[in-house]
């Protein structure tokens, strides 16, 4: 599985980005989601989504500014981002896992099995 992220750029705080991450191969995907690397800083859990939508997790550092859906016929998770902050400057990766999972495993890096390749988002104050 390759994962193909976009949408990442460059945006004032206050404004709004959509990430896109296309998954190809022929390997079912369970559950999709968002992680994030600041400027000197480890990799943050953002958001994942499972593969009926119905089950999502936000960090409380983007819950209600950000949202996450898929669309499994496009086989992409996006992230909808809106009322950004300086403080959301990172390179953004999307990330999926073959099977279901705990909370705790997938707030956790080393929960996932593939990885795209990051976008870079940069908010200006």
């Known amino acids: 599985v390759q994962l193909q992220a976009s949408g990442g750029g460059l945006v004032q705080a206050g404004g709004s980005l959509r990430l896109s991450c296309a998954a190809s191969?022929?390997?079912?995907?369970?559950?999709m989601g968002w992680f994030r690397q600041p400027p000197v800083k480890e990799r943050e859990f953002l958001a994942t989504?499972?593969?009926?939508?119905?089950?999502?997790y936000y960090a409380d550092s983007v819950k209600g500014r950000f949202t996450i859906s898929r669309d499994n016929a496009k086989n992409t998770v996006y992230l909808q981002m809106s009322n950004l902050r300086p403080e959301d400057t990172a390179v953004y990766y999307c990330?999926?896992?073959?099977?279901?999972?705990?909370?705790?495993?997938?707030?956790?890096?080393?929960?996932?099995?593939?990885w795209g390749q990051g976008t870079q988002v940069t908010v200006s104050s």
């Open positions: 990330v999926a896992r073959k099977m279901a999972g705990g909370l705790s495993v997938l707030q956790s890096s080393v929960g996932y099995d593939y």
């Open positions: 191969g022929r390997t079912f995907i369970y559950i």
């Open positions: 989504i499972n593969w009926n939508s119905d089950t999502i």
